[in-house]
C-alpha cells in the first residue's frame, strides 16, 4: 500500500502546487482586471466632469447674456423714467411762465401761439436735448 500511498501523495502534492499557481494566476489577472476597470472608471468620471464644466461654462454664458440684456432693459427704462420727469418738470416750468412770456418763447420757437405746454412738451419730444431744455430757462434776463 505504500506504492499507492505514494502516489496519492504526489497527486495531492502536484494538485496543492497546481491550486496555488491559479490562485496566483487567478489573483493577478484580477488586479490587471481591477487596474483596467479602475482606469476606465476615470476615464468615466473625468469624462462626466468635462461634460459638466462645459455645460456650466454654457450656462454662465446664457445667464450673464440675460443680466445684461436685463440691465440693458432697466437701463432704458430709468432713463426714459428721468426724461419723463424732466419732460413733466418742464411742462410744469411752462405752464408757470407768465402769459407774455410763454407766448414769447412760442414765437421764438416757431411755434403756434396757444398752443398748452404739456402738448408742446409732447409734440416736441425727441427734439428737447439738455441743451434745449436749458435754453428755455436760460435766465439771462433774469426770470425763469
Known amino acids: 500500500m505504500q506504492g499507492f500511498e505514494k ?16 490562485a496566483l494566476k487567478a489573483n493577478d489577472e484580477g488586479k490587471r482586471v481591477r487596474s483596467i476597470y479602475s482606469q476606465k472608471e476615470q476615464e468615466a468620471y473625468w469624462a ?5 464644466s462645459k455645460e456650466i461654462e454654457k450656462r454662465i454664458e446664457s445667464l450673464s447674456e440675460l443680466a445684461s440684456d436685463q ?3 432697466k437701463l432704458i427704462e430709468v ?19 407768465p402769459s407774455r412770456k410763454y407766448e414769447e418763447l412760442l ?3 416757431g411755434i403756434e ?22 435754453a428755455l430757462f436760460d435766465n439771462r434776463d433774469g426770470t425763469t
Open 71 to 73: 440691465a440693458r432693459k
Open 48 to 52: 462626466c466632469v468635462n461634460k459638466g
Open 107 to 109: 414765437t421764438r420757437l
Open 79 to 97: 432713463q426714459q423714467n428721468a426724461l419723463d420727469e424732466v419732460l413733466a418738470l418742464t411742462a410744469r416750468k411752462l405752464s408757470a411762465l
Open 113 to 134: 401761439q396757444g398752443c398748452r405746454p404739456e402738448y408742446l412738451v409732447e409734440q416736441y419730444r425727441d427734439e428737447l436735448t439738455p441743451s434745449v431744455l436749458s
Open 7 to 22: 502516489i496519492i501523495d504526489h497527486i495531492k502534492s502536484e494538485s496543492e502546487k497546481e491550486c496555488k499557481e491559479i
